[in-house]
Nanobody
């Protein structure tokens, strides 16, 4: 049974940092990409970062590039999303998801087959 469990969300001030984690189980991480998506109130879900298992290639949406970093802890089957220089517009529910490796297409939600329940990130003073 595939499981993805997000953690690390919370309230942070603008300019601050936060690290999200996605604990995964039930699938072979050598063949499945992991992506981070977010959905702000009243907005569509947005793919923000993903990592391909074949060569650990990473992909970022323009809105977060240079501020967010995705990384895998292979030994623990955890994928982290380090978020820095946070802005109020980063406020959203953040989800991790997995799907068969598809290179840069992993930023698209149609490439994902399994989803976590999400963790809320609020950036506010």
């Amino acid at each position: 049974q595939v499981q993805l469990v997000e953690s690390g969300g919370g309230l942070v001030q603008p300019g601050g940092s936060l690290r999200l984690s996605c604990a995964t189980s039930g699938f072979n991480p050598d063949y499945y990409a992991i992506g981070w998506f977010r959905q702000a109130p009243g907005k569509e879900r947005e793919g923000i970062s993903c990592i391909s298992p074949s060569d650990d290639s990473t992909y970022y949406a323009r809105s977060v590039k240079g501020r967010f970093t995705i990384a895998r802890d292979v030994s623990k089957n955890i994928v982290h999303l380090q978020m820095s220089s946070l802005k109020p517009e980063d406020t959203a529910v953040y989800y991790c998801a997995t799907g068969f490796d598809s290179g840069s297409y992993c930023l698209n939600d149609y490439a994902m087959n399994y989803w976590g329940n999400g963790t809320l990130v609020t950036v506010s003073s």
